[in-house]
C-alpha cells in the first residue's frame, strides 16, 4: 500500500463529505442556518479548537501506549508516533473509522512491523472510544429516556465482545474450526496473530486505564460542544453542559453505530435533532450549532491528518514499506 495510491481515495472521502453536509444545510431553512451563524460568537473558536487538540492529544497518549505495551515501539520516536497517529486522523471519514488501521501500514513503513500485529490497536481504540462515549452519554439518560434501549444495547455488546476476546480457551478453539475451512490453513496464523494482541489490549487492566484516558479525551469535546451553545448565546448552566455532554455522545455513537463514512448525515441529524428537542433550540441554529461542532472536530481532524500525511510522505519517502527488522509482540502470558 501506497502513499500515493491512496490520495485519490481519500480526497473522494472528503468530498463526499463536504457534500453530505451542504445538502443537510440545505434542507433546513438557509436563512434561519445564516441567522444561526451571525449569531455565533466567533470569539469562541480558539477554546473549541482547543478542546478538540486536547482530545487528540489524549488520543495520541492512548495510541502511544498501546504500542509500547505490545512492544511494537522499536524505532519509533514520540515524534513518529505522534505523527503517524495525527496522519491516521485523515481516515475519520470512514466508515465506523476502520479506516485508521491505515496507521498500522504506516507503522509498517517506520519499522516493519506487520499490519496484522499492530492492526488490533485500532480495534483497542474503538472499542474503549465507544465505552468512553456510553459512559459520557449515561449521565443524561433521564434527558431522553427513549435512547434507552440503545444505550444498554449497545453497553452490553461491547462487554460481550471483552469478554468473548477474554476468553482464550473459545478463541483458540474458533481459530482452530477456521483453520479446518478451505484456505483457513492460510488465514489461521493471521488471525492468530491478531487475537494475540487484541487479547492483551482488552486484558481488564489495560481496559480500565484506556478507558479512563478516553473519557478524558473524549469529555474535552464534549466541552467543545458546550462552548459552541454558548457561543450561540445560550447561557451557561450545570444543566446546559449536561445537555452538551449528552446530546455529543449520543450523536456520536449513532453515527457510528450507522456505519455510514465519518457518521455523515446521521449524526448531523441526531445532533440537530436533539438540540431542537432537549435545548429547546431553533432548526436553523441547531443546523448552525451542529455544522461548526462538526467543523471544529472531524473536519479539522482530517485537515491536521492531511498536513501529517503530507510531511510523512516527505519525511519515509525513501523507505520500503517493509523494514530490516520486524517487531515482534510482548508475550502477555
Same mark, same amino acid.
Given at each position: 500500500?501506497?502513499?500515493?495510491?491512496?490520495?485519490?481515495?481519500?480526497?473522494?472521502?472528503?468530498?463526499?463529505?463536504?457534500?453530505?453536509?451542504?445538502?443537510?444545510?440545505?434542507?433546513?431553512?438557509?436563512?434561519?442556518?445564516?441567522?444561526?451563524?451571525?449569531?455565533?460568537?466567533?470569539?469562541?473558536?480558539?477554546?473549541?479548537?482547543?478542546?478538540?487538540?486536547?482530545?487528540?492529544?489524549?488520543?495520541?497518549?492512548?495510541?502511544?501506549?498501546?504500542?509500547?505495551?505490545?512492544?511494537?515501539?522499536?524505532?519509533?520516536?514520540?515524534?513518529?508516533?505522534?505523527?503517524?497517529?495525527?496522519?491516521?486522523?485523515?481516515?475519520?471519514?470512514?466508515?465506523?473509522?476502520?479506516?485508521?488501521?491505515?496507521?498500522?501500514?504506516?507503522?509498517?513503513?517506520?519499522?516493519?512491523?506487520?499490519?496484522? =500485529?499492530?492492526?488490533?490497536? $485500532? *480495534?483497542?481504540?474503538?472499542?474503549?472510544? !465507544?465505552?468512553?462515549? &456510553? #459512559? /459520557?452519554? @449515561?449521565?443524561?439518560?433521564?434527558?431522553?429516556?427513549?435512547?434507552?434501549?440503545?444505550?444498554?444495547?449497545?453497553?452490553?455488546?461491547?462487554?460481550?465482545?471483552?469478554?468473548?476476546?477474554?476468553?482464550?480457551?473459545?478463541?483458540?478453539?474458533?481459530?482452530?474450526?477456521?483453520?479446518?475451512?478451505?484456505?483457513?490453513?492460510?488465514?489461521?496464523?493471521?488471525?492468530?496473530?491478531?487475537?494475540?494482541?487484541?487479547?492483551?489490549?482488552?486484558?481488564?487492566?489495560?481496559?480500565?486505564?484506556?478507558?479512563?484516558?478516553?473519557?478524558?479525551?473524549?469529555?474535552?469535546?464534549? =466541552?467543545?460542544?458546550?462552548? $459552541? *451553545?454558548?457561543?450561540?448565546?445560550?447561557? !451557561?448552566?450545570?444543566? &446546559? #453542559? /449536561?445537555? @452538551?455532554?449528552?446530546?455529543?455522545?449520543?450523536?456520536?455513537?449513532?453515527?457510528?453505530?450507522?456505519?455510514?463514512?465519518?457518521?455523515?448525515?446521521?449524526?448531523?441529524?441526531?445532533?440537530?435533532?436533539?438540540?431542537?428537542?432537549?435545548?429547546?433550540?431553533?432548526?436553523?441554529?441547531?443546523?448552525?450549532?451542529?455544522?461548526?461542532?462538526?467543523?471544529?472536530?472531524?473536519?479539522?481532524?482530517?485537515?491536521?491528518?492531511?498536513?501529517?500525511?503530507?510531511?510523512?510522505?516527505?519525511?519515509?519517502?525513501?523507505?520500503?514499506?517493509?523494514?530490516?527488522?520486524?517487531?515482534?509482540?510482548?508475550?502477555?502470558?
Amino acid at each position: 500500500m501506497s502513499l500515493s495510491s491512496l490520495r485519490g481515495k481519500i480526497l473522494a472521502s472528503v468530498l463526499l463529505g463536504l457534500v453530505v453536509i451542504v445538502a443537510m444545510s440545505l434542507l433546513a431553512d438557509v436563512r434561519q442556518v445564516g441567522a444561526g451563524f451571525e449569531r455565533f460568537a466567533w470569539g469562541a473558536v480558539p477554546a473549541i479548537l482547543g478542546c478538540t487538540v486536547l482530545n487528540y492529544a489524549l488520543r495520541w497518549a492512548k495510541w502511544d501506549y498501546y504500542l509500547r505495551r505490545l512492544n511494537l515501539g522499536g524505532g519509533v520516536s514520540r515524534a513518529d508516533s505522534a505523527l503517524i497517529f495525527t496522519a491516521g486522523l485523515i481516515m475519520s471519514v470512514t466508515p465506523g473509522k476502520v479506516g485508521e488501521v491505515f496507521k498500522s501500514f504506516l507503522l509498517r513503513r517506520v519499522n516493519g512491523t506487520p499490519a496484522t =500485529v499492530s492492526a488490533p490497536i $485500532v *480495534l483497542a481504540e474503538r472499542v474503549t472510544d !465507544g465505552l468512553a462515549m &456510553l #459512559l /459520557l452519554m @449515561a449521565g443524561g439518560l433521564s434527558l431522553y429516556p427513549p435512547v434507552r434501549p440503545l444505550f444498554w444495547a449497545l453497553l452490553g455488546a461491547t462487554l460481550l465482545g471483552v469478554i468473548v476476546a477474554q476468553s482464550r480457551p473459545l478463541c483458540e478453539r474458533i481459530l482452530a474450526w477456521v483453520a479446518r475451512l478451505p484456505l483457513g490453513a492460510k488465514l489461521a496464523p493471521r488471525l492468530l496473530a491478531l487475537y494475540a494482541s487484541t487479547a492483551q489490549l482488552l486484558h481488564w487492566r489495560i481496559l480500565l486505564v484506556s478507558t479512563l484516558l478516553s473519557i478524558v479525551s473524549w469529555g474535552f469535546e464534549c =466541552v467543545a460542544m458546550y462552548f $459552541v *451553545l454558548t457561543g450561540m448565546g445560550i447561557a !451557561g448552566t450545570p444543566l &446546559l #453542559l /449536561l445537555q @452538551a455532554t449528552f446530546i455529543f455522545a449520543a450523536s456520536t455513537l449513532l453515527g457510528l453505530v450507522s456505519f455510514l463514512p465519518g457518521g455523515l448525515g446521521a449524526s448531523e441529524a441526531s445532533s440537530a435533532g436533539l438540540l431542537v428537542l432537549l435545548v429547546g433550540m431553533d432548526a436553523g441554529a441547531a443546523s448552525a450549532a451542529t455544522l461548526i461542532i462538526r467543523f471544529c472536530t472531524l473536519w479539522f481532524g482530517v485537515l491536521l491528518g492531511m498536513a501529517a500525511l503530507a510531511w510523512f510522505g516527505r519525511r519515509y519517502k525513501e523507505r520500503p514499506l517493509s523494514g530490516e527488522h520486524e517487531v515482534r509482540p510482548y508475550n502477555a502470558r
